[in-house]
Every structure is written in structure tokens, then in C-alpha cells.
């Protein structure tokens, strides 16, 4: 049985790791909410986005960009959007789970944004044709463009037939979702039948216009999915370690009881060796 002295070293070591859990969460909770605030601000821009590329493309009749062109799939590339650090539960296992179901839809390639990702997939030996990592809490566009860039070229150039994008899309604190999509050849968004439709004069042409948007529209769909992503991680960090507070708390109070009970035992020998030792020296 563990010595007095030895609970008290436990109890004192898991009220530590309470205190640093707890600030964590405290830590979470707060970046949480402005990643949000930063999401929320990003979403005008890609919603007008849209809108736009929607009129652009319903303008242009003759001229097909690469990024609209359907082709047969022979091989595929996913962008894989995922955490640089862990202590998020199971956010990272779950978007794992789903790309290895995509990859075993045949010939794959990946295009990692986070170090999580990353990291497994390079372990298990897919080939990763471009990485970006340690993007921060604050990412900006630049930051992320390399990866961008490297499959929106293989799709030009013919060397893969799709471009698909998984991340964590956040729902709520308790639900986390892994979502996929395909990302080119874009699709793009249905017309609103809103009103009198407005005729644009376009300086350059439209098709012009469409060849520059859709580069564009590619990038923001990938910013808006690694905001999502962050957003996610922290809801999942501030979930784990309150989890974690909660079970270093139900360990301090298991640990109080087991030294109370070893204190007593201690004083119920110590008491009964006095009364030996008392009985011993009358008895003689």
C-alpha cells in the first residue's frame, strides 16, 4: 500500500495538472470565440464571392475554364485540413478516419495543410505532394497559398482529375463534423431567382472576368474551410480539458479518501502498539 507521504505527493501533482487544465480551457474558450468573430467577418466576402461567380458564369455561354470542365476521374488529390497541435480529442482521428476511406477510393494524392496530418499520413506512406504547417492562430491567406497553388496546378496540367477538400466543419461545441467536397472542377452555385436580374457591362469581357474569379473563388472556399478547421480545434481543446479538469477533480477527491482512510489506519496501529506496549509493562 502507498505511504501517506505518497498520496499526499499525488494529490499534490494532480492538483497541478487541474490548475494547468483548467487555464487551458480558460485559454480555448477564448480563442475560440474570436476565431469565430474572424469567421463571421470572412463570410460576407465569400458569400458576394459566390454571388458574382454565379452572374459571371450564367454571362458566359461559349468559353469553358479548366475549372468548370468535368472530366473522367483516374486520379484524385485531397486537401487535408487538420490541427498543427493535438490535446483536441478525437478532432484529428476523425477527419484521419475519413480520408483514408476517400484514399481507398483509388489513386490518391494528398496536399496537407496542419502538422497532424501531415505527420500520419507521411507514417503510413501516401504520398504528400505539398504541405504547409505551423500556420498559427491567426492564418492568413498567403499562408496557406503554397498548398493552394501546387493543386490547382496539378489540376491544370492534367496530372490529377479532381481536387477534393476535407476539414472539420464546426457545427456547435458538441458537434464537430469531418466534411468533404469536392473543390475543382468547381461547381459553381445554383442562380437565386430574386427580383429583376440587373445586366452588367463587363470591361474586360466576362470570360475574362470568370478566368480571374475562378482562382479566386478556389482560394476562399480553402481559407473559409482552415478558419472552420481552427474553430473546430479549439471547441475540441476547450471539451477535452474540461473533460480533464472534471477527471483530475474526481481523482483529487478519490485520493482524499484513500489518505484519510491510510492516516486512520496509521493512527489505529499507532494507538494499538501504545496499548500493547501499556498492557506489556502492567502485565510485568
Known sequence: MATLA????????????????RAMQAVAASKLRRVQARAEAARPYA?????????VASRVTSYQHPFLIERPVKKRLLILVSSDRGLAGGLNVNAFRVALSYIRQGDVGL??????????????????????????????LKDIL?????????????????????????????????TIK???????????QEGLR???????EAEEVLSQLLPRYVEAQVYAAVLDNLASFYAA??????????????????????????RQATITKELSEIVGGAEALTAG
Open 6 to 21: 505518497d498520496i499526499r505527493r499525488r494529490i499534490a501533482s494532480v492538483k497541478n495538472t487541474q490548475q494547468i487544465t
Open 47 to 55: 458569400d458576394r464571392m459566390a454571388d458574382v461567380l454565379v452572374e
Open 111 to 140: 496536399d496537407t495543410i496542419g502538422r497532424k496530418g501531415r505527420d500520419y499520413f507521411r507514417r503510413l506512406g501516401v504520398p504528400i505532394l505539398a504541405e504547409v504547417s505551423q500556420i498559427g492562430d491567426r492564418p492568413q
Open 146 to 178: 503554397p498548398a493552394i497553388t501546387v493543386a490547382r496546378d496539378e489540376y491544370l496540367e492534367g496530372n490529377v482529375d479532381e481536387v477534393a477538400l476535407l476539414y472539420t466543419h464546426f457545427a456547435s461545441v458538441s458537434r464537430l463534423e469531418p
Open 182 to 192: 469536392v473543390l475543382i472542377p468547381v461547381r459553381v452555385p445554383e442562380r437565386k
Open 198 to 204: 440587373i445586366d452588367y457591362v463587363y470591361e474586360p
Open 237 to 262: 481543446q476547450m471539451v477535452a480539458m474540461r473533460n480533464a479538469t472534471d477527471n483530475a477533480g474526481e481523482l483529487i477527491e478519490d485520493l482524499t479518501l484513500l489518505r484519510n482512510k491510510v
